[in-house]
């Protein structure tokens, strides 16, 4: 949790950690030296801020703020982090505004839609890329010493990552990107994305994590005892039967599950898997998902929301290990740029 936030409702009982816990950022890699003067954490601004996956992830670095236009996400970010909650559109927002937050670091995590493989890719002609193009005009003016980005693969080809290397290299920022997924962290789940870094001081690299052994699903399910608060985890063997060659069913002994997109719950194709449990075939729980993304058990899920709009909610949400490995290649570049 970030700052002085307290969870309203812990909805995953103690008992149940995952052996996979995304590792804090210590103090020491959340802090910058300048000029032989260690200056206190980084300050980071969450654009497209969602559920909160980046502030989860920040450790010991400051959230001064975050912005989505989403409710629900609100709703839930609220219910985690005392950090200020911006509900608006981010294409209105002016230069100013986004100024005043004094921020190191921006980290921006806008809709995939206009880029993902099975879309339009529409690209930078999608109205959903606008609030994104508006950032890349306002980091040229505004010059955060960092930004930080996820999207899609197919991102790293599209025309709007050609204008945001040339509009950061116009003003002095070095890039570095890698595609990062939740599974060479150990998770069973694929959620292959790509990663930027531009920085306008030190040098930038991004590389793959250590290769670590994959933990079975089953220590990220649920006691059973917690399913009651869900609704619409049944889906009959028929229903997947007809769409066989598309969906994916795993046991709780396997090491991979699909990526979970905001569709699960409402499409069966395609957007996650489903598990095979001894009374029949089963969808993953919101708290499931949650703890695959790298969400602690903390982690609140209000129970305002229904299971459908947090399936939503989490499948726009990023992997919090894929964060926490970005922000420590964040921490080196700006400590090599001011040792
Ligand atoms: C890929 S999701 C990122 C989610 C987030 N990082 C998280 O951890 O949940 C994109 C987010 O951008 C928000 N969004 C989309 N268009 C927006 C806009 N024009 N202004 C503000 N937020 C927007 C959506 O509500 C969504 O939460």
């Known amino acids: ?57 920040c450790g010991e670095i400051e959230v001064v703020g975050s912005i989505d236009i989403s409710q629900p996400a609100a709703s839930v970010y609220t ?27 921006w980290w921006m995590s806008p809709p995939c839609q206009p880029f993902t493989r099975r879309g339009l890719q529409a690209d930078i002609h999608d109205p959903r ?28 080809s599209s ?33 292959p994305r790509f990663f930027v870094i531009a920085t306008r001081v030190g040098e930038p690299s991004l590389a793959p994590p250590d290769s670590t052994t994959v933990q079975p699903i089953e220590q990220f399910l ?34 991979l599950s699909r990526c979970f997109t905001s569709a699960y719950g409402q499409s069966i194709v395609r957007s996650g898997s489903y598990l095979r449990v001894p009374d029949g075939i089963r969808r993953f729980s919101p708290s499931e998902v949650a703890r695959l993304l790298g969400f602690s058990d903390e982690f609140v899920l209000p129970e305002d929301l229904t299971t459908r ?21 964040v921490q080196r570049a700006v400590k090599e740029g001011a040792d």
């Open 129 to 156: 890329c606008q609030a994104f193009l508006r950032l890349i005009d306002a980091i040229s003016r505004i010059q955060p010493t960092v930004v930080a980005m996820e999207n899609v693969h197919g991102f790293e």
């Open 159 to 191: 025309l709007a990552f050609a204008r945001m290397q040339e509009v950061l290299g116009d003003v002095g920022y070095r890039i570095a990107t890698e595609k990062l997924c939740s599974s060479q962290f150990g998770v069973p789940n694929l959620r």
């Open 309 to 329: 709009q947090l399936w939503k909610l989490l499948g726009n949400s990023l992997n919090i290990h894929c964060v926490r490995h970005v922000l420590r290649a």
């Open 1 to 57: 949790m970030n700052g002085d936030s307290t969870p309203m409702d812990r909805t995953i009982p103690s008992g149940q950690t995952p052996k996979i816990c995304a590792r804090p950022l210590e103090p020491e890699e959340a802090s910058i030296s300048v000029n032989g003067y260690r200056k206190s954490a980084l300050r980071l601004l969450e654009l497209f801020s969602g559920i909160g996956a980046v502030s989860a992830a």
């Open 222 to 255: 649920d006691a059973p005892e917690q399913f009651s608060r869900w609704e619409g985890l049944e889906v009959s063997e028929q229903q997947l039967r007809e769409y066989a060659h598309a969906v994916s069913i795993v046991t709780p002994s396997e090491d």
């Open 79 to 105: 219910a985690n982090f005392s950090t200020p909650n911006l509900v608006r559109e981010i294409s209105a927002l002016p230069d100013q505004l986004l100024a005043d937050y004094q921020a190191d670091v």
